[in-house]
Nanobody, 118 residues
Framework: QGQFVESGGGLVQPGGPLRLSCVAP???????????VGWYRQAPGKERELVAI???????NYADSVKGRATISRNNSRKTVYLQINSLKSEDTAVYYC?????????WGQGTQVTVSP
């Protein structure tokens, strides 16, 4: 069972926006606040890859494939990390996951499916 529960996926038209959320329901605030959290994705037939990551102080990094289109943010009081992706492309179609750190150090949750299609 994963540490995070992801949500917000769905069917989106190319060019549209999407906001994903992942919450850590079993972590207490003092454990969540200092951790680095990454959004990962796995497209059919491909390996899971890091999309964006946010550290405890809010420093962010993005994969080249989403740079300029994605924003990762966190709300520690809600134990939640968000991923906003704009100008979605068909190649953004994947199951999106959250995990602690990069390389990921926790177990994986079920993820949330994002399908970009007309």
């Amino acid at each position: 069972q994963g540490q995070f529960v992801e949500s917000g996926g769905g069917l989106v038209q190319p060019g549209g926006p999407l906001r994903l959320s992942c919450v850590a329901p079993r972590m207490i605030f003092s454990v969540f606040a200092p951790i680095t959290v990454g959004w990962y994705r796995q497209a059919p037939g491909k390996e899971r890859e890091l999309v964006a990551i946010i550290s405890r102080d809010g420093t962010t990094n993005y994969a080249d494939s989403v740079k300029g289109r994605a924003t990762i943010s966190r709300n520690n009081s809600r134990k939640t990390v968000y991923l906003q992706i704009n100008s979605l492309k068909s190649e953004d179609t994947a199951v999106y996951y959250c995990n602690k750190d990069s390389p990921p150090s926790g177990s994986w949750g079920q993820g949330t499916q994002v399908t970009v299609s007309p």
